[in-house]
């Protein structure tokens, strides 16, 4: 549970899960030592509080490394019950300690993703960004002339294992300080391959990132 980054890639190797077993006093069946098994990490990130920060150094690994197969997130939705605070009437979640008991494990509990009507929390937003199912990097073109428009490629890697990314649209906005100067869209993306990359030329107007023109 709750391995380092390090310590993941090491349990990637015959050799660190055989010490990793070793440490837990635990060996494998006779005839079977010398291949690897696939690493699932049944807790590796605890979304209490401010957490899950550093989700994506751990994703990186798994997505470089054969055999890890990712993990699972202590827990999906904090463990609060719906309760008025009798002075005010205002509504919170409570968890120990807010019913008078003596004996609690105070917010222990309020560990999840989402707030227990399952809003969700920041961090959500986060593990959704690690996980998403698709990967993108834009480039431009250089050499444009200054009044003409700008063209750039935006490459998608499609991270399905069984499903090509055709299915996916990709839609796109240009701010300036958070105000909006354009934005765009394209149909489906072509018929990625699970696993590969496709490139997407997008387009923006003369004058759109200040009149210059590549860059």
């Known amino acids: 549970m709750y391995p380092s980054v390090e310590k993941l890639r090491s349990m990637a190797t015959l050799e660190g899960q055989i010490a990793a077993n070793t440490e837990i006093g635990r060996t494998w069946p006779r005839g079977t030592h010398s291949h690897t098994r696939p690493v699932i990490m049944c807790e590796y990130a605890h979304a209490m509080g401010n957490s899950t920060g550093n989700l994506d150094e751990y994703w990186r690994l798994i997505r470089a490394t054969e055999g890890l197969q990712g993990g699972f997130i202590w827990d999906w939705m904090d ?3 719906l309760k008025a ?24 509990n309020i560990n999840g993703l989402c707030f227990p009507d399952q809003t969700p929390h920041p961090a959500m937003a986060h593990v959704k960004y690690v996980y998403a199912p698709a990967a993108i990097s834009l480039s431009w073109a250089t050499g444009a002339p200054a009044t003409g428009p700008l063209r750039g490629t935006v490459r998608v890697t499609n991270r399905y294992d069984f499903l090509a990314a055709s299915h996916l649209t ?7 300080d958070g105000v909006p100067i354009t934005a765009g869209a394209t149909g489906p993306l072509p018929a990625c391959p699970p696993g590969g990359t496709c490139d997407v030329p997008i387009e923006l107007p003369p004058g759109a990132c200040g009149g210059g023109g590549g860059g």
């Open 79 to 81: 463990q609060g019950l």
């Open 85 to 108: 605070d009798p002075a005010t009437g205002k509504e919170f979640w409570a968890y120990g300690g807010d019913y008078g008991e003596s004996v609690h494990d105070a917010n222990f």
């Open 170 to 176: 990709l839609s796109w906005k240009l701010e300036d």
